[in-house]
């Protein structure tokens, strides 16, 4: 390959890099204005002689390297992309994005990781080494390769992270301990991580092997991090090579019991930048006492005590939660941007420590869709409303049974949020004219552009739930009137009832919009 000598302090010679033939159509033009396939040839010379290439890496520049890795990547030259790694001139390769769409070599993978584990043993670092970070996930730094390659006309703006305080690694000398010049930083490994059965391939296999020996200088970091069902030994495995701390978010959908869960509790509480946790499906246990299943309760909720960055917390068919709604929000150190209690059975003290807890006064999403609220008063609901007004953006109400008298009490309280965009209340039995009246009340709601209502009352034939479609029609007629009529043409309206055979939504925009089971065969 050949540069300008402001690039790289000299000219090699292109005889040596067997490159003569281009070299003074190159010399003339930057690397981003000459043709992309003169770029392309350069790199597939280089890699006719693997040798040749490696040693061109001292004084390659740096803008060739991510073609060159690229070209090597796609041609599997495992000795070539193993010296790339260890000369590697930006903080960060961005790997994952090459592996996304198709099945990696695995010796390829291997040649990776090989290259590292050389740089981290060296007494002596490269004089261009830079890396920090091996980026594994998929769908991060996208326009990497495709801006370097030259495949658009701007340079690519690489953000480099700010470096760790970096340790430095000792020598002795006559006895006494001295520090090398260079400094010595472990070396980041991201990943995004979805923990279920048998999803443990080979390269993932291989990868933990490495951090697992080089534990000290290979950290595996995991932003995004989702359990399914995997035997909890195997979880904790895999948790223990994990650097918590830099998880973010976190899902864990699983049919865990309560001991299972305290078992978990321990590595949650160390997951101290997690800003979105996700928890569903915990069920009861026959099997412990009444004081064993508080100790595990409270082993859990008390984790939330060290996550002060916690922003959204998502909540799902929580077997345990009745009563203890408040055990849980106490130890929550921040106000919340989204709170979802889903399918899970709450008590009217469970809602009204919820309307006082300081931790809904910033919400922007609420929701309590599939709790049962039918015996709940109402004024705890209106208080926690007016307790979010200022912030809240989308409401979620579905299926939680409320009748006519409790919605008409939150009424005004709705009118009060003001920054409202999306309110779905499907499921509810509620009559025509509270809708209309909910209409009025909500049409000077500027931001509100999506209300999702159930199918009035009036609208069903029978108490089997056989809808009048004329009834229906008549409706949406008369509310798309009122909303001209108010000065909001615009504002959605869709109402939606479940299919009685299968379950899902059937929505009516006005003509209904039907599930299969009344398709036609």
Not at 211 to 237: D, E, G, S, T, Y
Not at 364 to 373: A, R
Not at 401 to 410: A, E, K, P, R, T
């Amino acid at each position: 390959m050949l540069w300008s000598s402001q690039r790289s302090g000299q000219m090699a010679s292109a005889p040596h890099l067997g490159l003569g033939s281009i070299q003074s159509r190159y010399i003339s033009m930057s690397v981003w204005t000459s043709p992309r396939r003169l770029v392309e040839l350069a790199g597939q010379s280089l890699l006719k002689d693997e040798a040749l290439a490696i040693a061109a890496l001292e004084l390659l520049p740096r803008e060739l390297f991510p073609p060159l890795f690229t070209a090597a990547f796609d041609g599997r030259h495992s000795q070539t992309l193993k010296a790339m790694v260890q000369a590697w001139p930006f903080t960060c390769l961005p790997l994952g994005v090459l592996m996304k769409g198709q099945q990696l070599h695995l010796e390829t993978f291997k040649a990776v990781l090989d290259g590292l584990d050389v740089l981290l043993t060296q007494e002596v670092r490269p004089r261009r080494w830079k890396l920090e970070v091996l980026d594994l996930r998929k769908n991060s730094h996208q326009d990497f390769w495709t801006v370097w390659s030259g495949n658009r006309a701007s340079l690519y703006s690489f953000p480099e992270p700010e470096a760790a305080q970096p340790m430095r690694k000792k020598r002795k000398v006559d006895g006494l301990s001295t520090e090398a010049e260079q400094p010595f930083t472990p070396i980041e490994v991201l990943v995004d991580l979805s923990l279920k059965e048998g999803a443990c391939d080979e390269l993932f296999s291989y990868l933990m092997e490495k951090v697992k020996r080089q534990k000290n200088v290979l950290h595996l970091c995991c932003k995004k991090l989702k359990i399914f069902a995997m035997p909890m030994q195997n979880i904790k495995m895999i948790l223990k090579m994990v650097q918590l701390d830099s998880i973010e978010d976190l899902e864990v959908t699983c049919t865990w019991k309560l001991p299972t869960l305290a078992k978990f509790s321990p590595y949650l509480g160390q997951m101290i930048n997690l800003r979105r946790l996700l928890l569903s499906h915990i069920h009861a246990s026959s099997s412990i006492s009444p004081e064993k299943e508080e100790e595990y309760i409270a082993q859990f909720t008390s984790q939330f005590l060290s996550l002060p960055c916690l922003q959204a917390l998502y909540v799902d068919s929580l077997f345990f939660l009745r009563g203890r709604l408040d055990q849980l929000l106490r130890h929550v150190m921040n106000p919340l941007e989204t709170l979802s209690v889903t399918n899970c059975r709450l008590s009217e003290g469970d809602v009204i420590h919820l309307s006082q807890s300081p931790n809904v006064s910033q919400l922007s999403v609420l929701s309590l869709s599939g709790v049962m609220l039918t015996d709940v008063s109402p004024e705890p609901l209106q208080a926690l409303l007016e307790r979010a007004s200022a912030t809240l953006q989308d409401l979620d109400f579905d299926e939680c049974g409320i009748m006519d008298d409790q919605l008409l009490v939150l009424l005004p309280s709705l009118s009060h949020c003001s920054q409202l965009t999306t309110l779905s209340f499907c499921g509810n039995p509620i009559s025509i004219s509270v809708l209309e009246n909910l209409l009025h009340h909500l049409i000077g709601l500027s931001n509100l552009t999506h209300v999702l209502y159930p199918v009035p009352l009036e609208s069903y034939e029978d108490v089997h739930g056989t809808l009048h479609l004329g009834r229906l029609a008549y409706l949406h007629a008369r509310l798309r009137e009122l909303l001209c009529e108010l000065g909001r043409p615009s504002m959605v309206w869709l109402s939606a009832n479940p299919c009685p055979h299968c379950g899902d939504r059937t929505f009516y925009d006005p003509e209904p919009i039907l599930c299969p089971c009344f398709m036609p065969n």
